[in-house]
């Protein structure tokens, strides 16, 4: 009996502990979630959907409802251009107020992006990585970027022209005509997968793999990278079925393919007297090379042995190849929204494929007779742009205001959309309207209103190289084949407003036939 006595007072002893741990944690977690919501209590928000879950499940309903960016439309019209959402108890403030663009797209130091983003690696495997490209940031990622610049510039681009065009109106116009035959009915994102995947050929990578079968892999990636969000049913059954398995071995082969590449180039380079002179200008391969060398002898100690600074440089290169591979697909995303759109608007389409078929493009300056397909590309940038919302995060917890609210001590997140920007009634007429002729010569969006290659230190290097690639693909296209739209009434392809970058939901089908010569 006194042993049981001393058993029950040890567990009573222990629960009580327990009982104490337990009230502390929610009382802590009480005092904090009602501290956030007094500090950020100034800020306009919408009607939560529940005090504990905030807005949460009207969120989820949107994005199940593919009206998720619609929302916010909605919401900043109602509440003003700056407004507080919940995620249970996260705090998100929604801005598209020019002001507090400007400082949150030009001052690296207060803002930085989130890391941890689902492109950056794939079932632990490696993707773009941490230091890429697209995915760095500090001096020495600064340093790689103006390297870069000169091969992404304006100026570079009657080089690449000459290389592209040859490549599109050969093999690629061959490859459409093979697939299409007397008349076919083509999946558009598919076979622009192909066309805009073989532009890495001619920019000194023709030996990684077929054309096809590299748009296969990006397919695959891109399906499965949006899944790494949360709790989804299709991440776990990949991983628990041979499609992990075969996903990771995809992307082992891919970054070993550019690994050979990438050691075949370095020995190339170390030939030249002065490489940075000497590349040829459509050698982005070798340019990558040489922009990762000095980031690498930045970034390494005088102590550092040589092979560890080689197995960085080459790692940095494979990230940016990658890169590279996944953002052409940006450009395929960006054609198929321009098709939903003609297909809703049959007289844009006639338009567009009549100055087409009238301009051929014989060289780089035949380029600027296509005045209405650009009209039409910067409308569809507009409507359904690549990248439709992005985030940023405080480098520290904000003890100033930003704009007119104080945020406190409160470390938030902030959330823009450009998808939003380019259809508020603020700063366009009939925006949900697809009218490229509102894209004269004369006309300038308002500050911060437009961002389809997004502003500031880190707006899109490659904006002019996605211009001409598009207009040539399209020129090609319409020059070669005549195209009826062939969509599913019942699940008509639609841009998805769920995910940060641009996706097409359904399939986009085009009946092609072909033009005779």
Sequence with gaps: NEYKSYLRKAVMFVLGIIFLFVSYKVARYAYQFIKIRLQLAAIPQPPLASFFWGHKSIIEQAKADNTFL????????????????????????????????????????????????????????????????????????????????????????????????????????????????????????????????????????????????????????????????????????????????KTVDMVIEMRSRIKEMVFEKLDEIRGLDNPLEELEPWDLLGFLCLANRQESASNSKKETLKEAGLEKQVNQVINDVMTVCLVLDNMVKQIGALFISLKHYPEVKDKLFEELRANPITDFKSLDKLRYTEQCILESLRVAPALLRGTRMFRSKPSKNFGPYNLGSTTVQLFYSQYVLHHSEKYWDEPHVFKPERWTKDFSPAPYSYMPFFVGPR????????????????????????????????????VDQSMAVMRIRNELNYYFTPVPK
């Design 70 to 245: 619609e929302l916010f439309i909605k919401w900043t019209a109602e509440y003003g251009d700056t407004i507080l959402f919940w995620s249970q108890k996260r705090p998100f403030v929604f801005t598209s107020c020019p002001e507090m663009l400007h400082k949150a797209t030009t001052d690296l130091t207060s803002f930085t992006k989130v890391k941890g983003l689902p492109n950056r690696a794939l079932f632990q495997q490696p993707i773009v990585g941490l230091d890429s490209i697209l995915s760095g940031g500090g001096k020495l990622w600064a340093l790689k970027r103006k390297l870069m610049t000169r091969w992404f510039a304006k100026t570079n681009m009657s080089n690449l022209f000459a290389v592209c065009q040859p490549h599109m109106q050969g093999s690629q116009v061959a490859y459409l005509r093979n697939a299409v035959g007397q008349g076919n009915t083509l999946e558009l994102i598919h076979v622009l997968g192909v066309v805009f995947t073989s532009y890495i050929q001619v920019f000194g990578m023709r030996d990684l793999f077929t054309p096809d079968k590299v748009a296969d892999n990006v397919a695959t990636i891109l399906k499965h990278i949006p899944n790494q969000l949360g709790l989804n049913m299709k991440m776990l059954k990949a991983k628990f079925s041979g499609e992990k398995a």
């Design 459 to 494: 707006s899109c290097i490659g904006k002019h190289l996605a211009m001409f690639c598009m207009k040539l693909t399209l020129s090609e296209i319409a020059r070669n084949f005549d195209m009826v739209p062939k969509f599913d009434e019942e699940r008509p392809p639609v």
